[in-house]
């Protein structure tokens, strides 16, 4: 099973696809967490992506692309994968087309996460990090056992400037003008179903168990 995963910044994406890998023995293919693997691991790529970055540019479709493409090779043991965070653009969707048809995969579906933007403003103006271990928590849905620190270290947790409200809403309309040309793309396709994600996790994930055994 190849799935991708759309939605908005805080609509639920990599929670659920967590949970969805681990009982469907699926690979969870998360674009950011690649990037940064390969920054960290000095590879060919990432060497040329933290130069990019580095300089204040945006990383290219084309590096993007070359990552994820090196992260499905190297799969073993999984029967299938999600990829969350990719593609964003129309290009990166048609490369992933050609690199499918190349490999003699199908894409089995795209869920679609449909966030309101009142409900990811919440949830994302709520969250709060630990500048040391990295443990992200939330104000009234995974708060910490003391109020503004971290349980692992005890550190002071902060506040991210993405996760300010003003720059998620900026964050929000980047993501939809760039994003409705590739809901329409797979659209046509008929392989996009929409799944309302404003509910809390648990009821989210019961309409994604019915749609996968759809598609199962």
Known sequence: MELIFLGPPGAGKGTHAQMLCKDAQLAHLAAGDILRKNVKDGTPLGIRAKAVMESGALVSDELVNNMMFDAIRSLN????FILDGYPRTLFQAEALEKFFAAQKKSLTAVINFDASEAVVVD???GRRGCPKCGKIYHVTNMPPKKEGVCDVDGETLTIRK????ETIRHRL???HESTKPLIEFYRKKKLLHDVPADGDASSVQKVLEKLFEKLS
Do not use: A, F, T, W
């Open 173 to 175: 309309k980047v993501y």
């Open 162 to 165: 993405d996760d300010q409200p």
């Open 123 to 125: 949830r994302l103006s």
């Open 77 to 80: 043991g999984y029967k299938g």
